[in-house]
């Protein structure tokens, strides 16, 4: 697979860090940051360049969920894996619906860690090529080239 840059976002520095130093080992790009805030602020500046985060769930302030939903709302197209270390099936639906590609509780194995980035990574790619065959697209409006966009970023166009 090709050279992936992560988003590592999650409160617990130590897991950060370490998880960014294994998967730079492993010839990927890693940016950590500690708050769904700065996940967001980082994204306005570097979202071209991300191609999957790895957001945790439980997390003060702006919880994972709620750091998800306003990504998703100003970044599309970055796919994001949820992480939690409190397994819970509830949790699990509310991300996959508010936009997650996946789930994966702590602690993950690596090799899961990179091969779910990967299947994400070629979501965002089949996404990418759609909206550019939409935008390439003559003789269709552009409300209607607007609105299939966005229905191929919920995940709804084919």
Request: glycine fraction near 6%; include cysteine; aromatic fraction near 4%.
């Amino acid at each position: 697979m090709s050279h992936l840059h992560f988003l590592l976002v999650d409160d617990e520095k130590d897991f950060v860090d370490t998880l960014a130093k294994r998967l730079r080992q492993r010839g990927f790009s890693a940016d950590c940051v500690y708050s769904g805030q700065a996940a967001l602020d980082q994204l306005d500046q570097k979202a071209a360049l991300i191609d999957v985060i790895l957001l945790d769930i439980q997390m003060p302030e702006i919880d994972g969920i709620q750091t998800l939903e306003l990504l998703k709302r100003k970044h599309p197209l970055p796919e994001v894996l949820m992480l939690t270390g409190h397994a819970s099936v509830g949790s699990a639906v509310e991300a996959l619906k508010s936009g997650a590609f996946d789930y994966l509780t702590k602690p993950c194995d690596l090799n899961e860690v990179i091969s779910k980035a990967e299947q994400a990574v070629s979501r965002k790619k089949e996404r990418m090529a759609k909206i550019r065959q939409i935008q390439a697209t003559p003789f269709i409006s552009e409300r209607e080239r607007q609105k299939r966009i966005a229905e191929i970023l919920k995940g709804n166009g084919g």
